[in-house]
Every structure is written in structure tokens, then in C-alpha cells.
């Protein structure tokens, strides 16, 4: 199987940065998409940021500017550096991941993973 594990989370006062990390983990043949969601109380998971195994990105266009998605495909890693930070922000982010996975008969399978989620709380 395959797991996602999330770090970094915090508190942290409007202005200031931090740095999400998740490690993918398990019978792992191929990462596709890799990104973070979030959902603050009250609303929808919604798209912060995710990179294709190419290298292109797509941003949310409230965090355009203020947050990087660095990706480190040997290491089945990405982070997301978030900068500028202010209290809508704050929410529970989720590492997103599109597997694929190839069995002991060479049959590939295809799913998608989340995280157990870690929370950003942004103070004003």
C-alpha cells in the first residue's frame, strides 16, 4: 500500500512563514500529481497547489505569489513553502498524491492518496 505522511504544521502570526512537508511511502512504481488541498471550518477542500511529475504548477489564485510547491521526485517528497501568511489561511492541509502502483504480475494500478491532514492556524 501507500501512505502519505504530513509535517510542519503550526501557529503562526500574520507575515510569517511555514513549511509543510509529506513523504510518499510504499509500493510506490510511479508519482503523477502531487499537491496540497486545504479546508478551513465551514467550507470545501479546496486546491492550494499541486505539480504534475513534469514539473508544471498550478496555484490557487489566493496564494499566488506567497506560496512555492517545491517537489523532490527521487525522495517521493513535496513541501509547501507558504509565505505572506494571513489569518484566511488557516486551515487543515491535506498532502495530495495520484499513485501508480505496479503488482508482483505487472499489472498497474492507479489511485489517489491523501494525508491525515495537519493544521496551519494563521493569528492576526
Known amino acids: 500500500q501507500v501512505q502519505l505522511v504530513e509535517s510542519g504544521g503550526g501557529l503562526v502570526q500574520a507575515g510569517g512563514s511555514l513549511r509543510l512537508s509529506c513523504a510518499a511511502s510504499?509500493?510506490?512504481?510511479?508519482?503523477?500529481?502531487m499537491g496540497w488541498y486545504r479546508q478551513a471550518p465551514g467550507k470545501q477542500r479546496e486546491l492550494v497547489a499541486a505539480m504534475t511529475s513534469s514539473g508544471s504548477t498550478n496555484y490557487a489564485d489566493s496564494v499566488k505569489g506567497r506560496f512555492t510547491i517545491p517537489r523532490d521526485n527521487a525522495k517521493n517528497t513535496v513541501s509547501l513553502q507558504m509565505n505572506s501568511l494571513k489569518p484566511e489561511d488557516t486551515a487543515v492541509y491535506y498532502c495530495n498524491a495520484n499513485i501508480t502502483r505496479r503488482d508482483y504480475t505487472f499489472r498497474y494500478y492507479e489511485n489517489t492518496y491523501w494525508g491525515q491532514g495537519t493544521q496551519v492556524t494563521v493569528s492576526s
Open positions: 510504499g509500493s510506490i512504481f510511479k508519482i503523477n500529481n
